[in-house]
């Protein structure tokens, strides 16, 4: 049995709760054998269930890939803390372990493809929605300048393929790039990185996901959890602006 408490204090000893700040896998040990790896998300049955001790969880893998894309509590385990025999954060083996099992399983049940033209549909359906949607009115007033360059791009399993990067050139020669990196990863279907030319620092990723035929895009920060977050027109705004800072 572990308290919230006791598992706060091997995950973050500055914080005496579950739903600590984390940045790495965390590794859940139960009583009878189990392993569950993830991270503990607060969620609206949070505040209730802890009184129960138990815990909202979202396991590393499908479920992390369509709670990031839809926030649906359908995705999130709950975790008795009764149960629990141990912790371990944080946990880098278990995560490595799943994240090429199921590499290993995405390789072996597509129609590579139907697979690839559905990869170089959605990137191009992807810039389709930046340019004439979501950045179109900056394009009027001459503050952007859009640019689709054709790319050849070679993955083992997909072979060959012809896609674009979109190239964005703003004011004060400042360039932003989308640029498709990789049509299959560890948990998503596919990565467009989304950086500023000349700054290291000013990156993110847009990850794909695909659910029951409806695609999905993420803006992922960094490999914390938590700064992965459904992309929309707000938050790509946003995320220019302060690299204009």
Known sequence: MMTKEQIGQVINKDFPGVYAPTTEPTKLIFEDG??????????????????ENKFTFVQFGEDNKNYRATRDSKYV????????????YPS????????????????KEHDWTTFKNQWVESINNLFSQIMYKWLQEFESAKLMTFSI????????????????????ALIQEKVIVFEPIAAITSEFDGRVD???VGNVYKKVSLLRN??????????????NQADYLPLT?????????????
Not at 34 to 51: A, P
Not at 233 to 245: G, H, R, V
């Open 34 to 51: 189990r392993e569950l790896v993830g991270y503990f998300e607060h969620t609206e049955d949070s505040t209730r269930l802890e009184k």
């Open 77 to 88: 385990t709950v975790i008795n803390g009764n149960e629990l025999k141990g912790i371990e």
């Open 92 to 107: 880098y083996s278990s995560v490595l372990m799943k994240r090429l099992t199921r590499i290993q399983d995405v390789l």
């Open 149 to 168: 360059i054709p790319v050849r791009r070679y993955e083992s399993n997909i072979g060959e393929y012809l896609t674009t990067t979109l190239e964005i």
């Open 194 to 196: 989304f950086y500023m």
């Open 210 to 223: 695909v659910k029951e035929k409806e695609t999905t895009w993420i803006l992922a920060k960094s490999y």
């Open 233 to 245: 027109k707000e938050l790509l705004l946003k995320q220019i602006a302060e690299w204009l800072q």
